[in-house]
C-alpha cells in the first residue's frame, strides 16, 4: 500500500502545509529547504509507482469499505490499534519512557479484556490514550540522525532509519512469537482493514495531497518530515488526535 500502516498517518496532520508550500513550484531537489534527499530521481519513480497503486487499488477498496457500518470498521481499527500496543510498549521501554510504557500495557491488557479482544476502546473513556510510537523513533532518541529521506515500494515516505525501523519493529514484536502461523492471517487482514479504514476516513485529505497538489511527491515528503519530527520532538501528532484533550 503506498501510505503502510506505520506511514500513512504521518503524512496527513501537515499535508496542508506542505500543499501550501509546494504549491506552485516545480520539482525540488537534493537538499532544499534542509531536505536531505539524494535519491530523488528513484524516490519519485517509486512515488509514481505507489500513486498508482493507490489509484488503482487502494482508493478503490476504501469505497467498497465505505458500506460497511461507522460502528464495524470502528471495532476494526479498534482491534488493529490493540495488536500495536505490545510493540510500542517495547519501544518506550527502550526509549527510558516508563510512564508511557505503562500507559501503553495498562491500554492493552484493558482493552484485550474489558475491550473483548481490543474491539472496543474502554482504555480512553478513562484517560489512557493511545501513545503509538516506532523503533524508528527509539533510534532518534538514541540520537542516531535520521539519514536521507527514501519513497520505499507500498510503504511509502521513509528514511533510512525509519526503514531500518520497519524491520526492527517486525522483529521485536512480542506478538510474533505468542500467535500461530494461522492467526498471523487473521491479523493481517485486521490490519489491512485498518489500513483501507485509515485511507477511507482521510480520503479528502489524502486526494488533495496526492491528486490536487502541483507536486505530490514534494508535499507528501514534506508532510512527512515535518510529522516524524514533532514525533520525536513529543509534540503532537496525527495519532494524539484521537484524544479530545490533546494540545
Known amino acids: 500500500m503506498p501510505l503502510a500502516i506505520v506511514n500513512f498517518r504521518a503524512v496527513l496532520l501537515f499535508g496542508a502545509v506542505a500543499l501550501?508550500?509546494?504549491?506552485?513550484?516545480?520539482?525540488?531537489?537534493?537538499?532544499?529547504?534542509?531536505?536531505?534527499?539524494?535519491?530523488?530521481?528513484?524516490?519519485?519513480?517509486?512515488?509514481?509507482?505507489?500513486?498508482?497503486?493507490?489509484?488503482l487499488i487502494l482508493a478503490p477498496a476504501a469505497e467498497i469499505y465505505s458500506i460497511v457500518p461507522p460502528e464495524l470498521r470502528e471495532m476494526l481499527d479498534n482491534g488493529a490499534g490493540n495488536l500495536g500496543e505490545?510493540?510500542?510498549?517495547?519501544?518506550?521501554?527502550?526509549?527510558?519512557?516508563?510512564?508511557?510504557?505503562?500507559?501503553v500495557l495498562a491500554r492493552f491488557l484493558l482493552n484485550s479484556t474489558?475491550?473483548?479482544a481490543g474491539l472496543g476502546d474502554p482504555a480512553a473513556e478513562i484517560g489512557l490514550f493511545s501513545r503509538t510510537t516506532d523503533f524508528g523513533e527509539t533510534m532518534a532518541v538514541?540520537?542516531?540522525?535520521?539519514?536521507p529521506y527514501i519513497e520505499l515500494p507500498f510503504f511509502g515516505a521513509s528514511s533510512v532509519r525509519d526503514s531500518?525501523?520497519?524491520?526492527?519493529d517486525l522483529a521485536i514484536d512480542p506478538l510474533n512469537y505468542v500467535i500461530t502461523e494461522e492467526q498471523a492471517y487473521y491479523l493481517l487482514a485486521l490490519r489491512g482493514l485498518s489500513l483501507v479504514g485509515d485511507r477511507l476516513a482521510y480520503a479528502d485529505l489524502v486526494n488533495t495531497l496526492l491528486y490536487e497538489s502541483t507536486d505530490s511527491y514534494a508535499a507528501q515528503r514534506l508532510a512527512y518530515i515535518q510529522n516524524k519530527r514533532?514525533?520525536?520532538?513529543?509534540?503532537?501528532?496525527?495519532?494524539?488526535?484521537?484524544?479530545?484533550?490533546?494540545?
Request: charged fraction near 15%; hydrophobic fraction near 35%; charge should be negative.
Open 142 to 147: 538514541w540520537g542516531l540522525p535520521s539519514g
Open 86 to 103: 505490545p510493540r510500542n510498549f517495547v519501544n518506550h521501554v527502550l526509549q527510558g519512557d516508563p510512564e508511557s510504557a505503562g500507559v
Open 230 to 247: 514533532r514525533a520525536v520532538a513529543g509534540e503532537t501528532v496525527v495519532e494524539d488526535l484521537d484524544d479530545p484533550f490533546a494540545q
Open 114 to 116: 474489558v475491550g473483548i
Open 20 to 55: 501550501s508550500g509546494c504549491a506552485g513550484t516545480g520539482q525540488t531537489t537534493g537538499m532544499n529547504d534542509g531536505i536531505n534527499d539524494p535519491f530523488e530521481p528513484t524516490n519519485r519513480s517509486i512515488h509514481a509507482f505507489n500513486k498508482a497503486v493507490d489509484g
Open 164 to 168: 531500518i525501523g520497519i524491520v526492527v
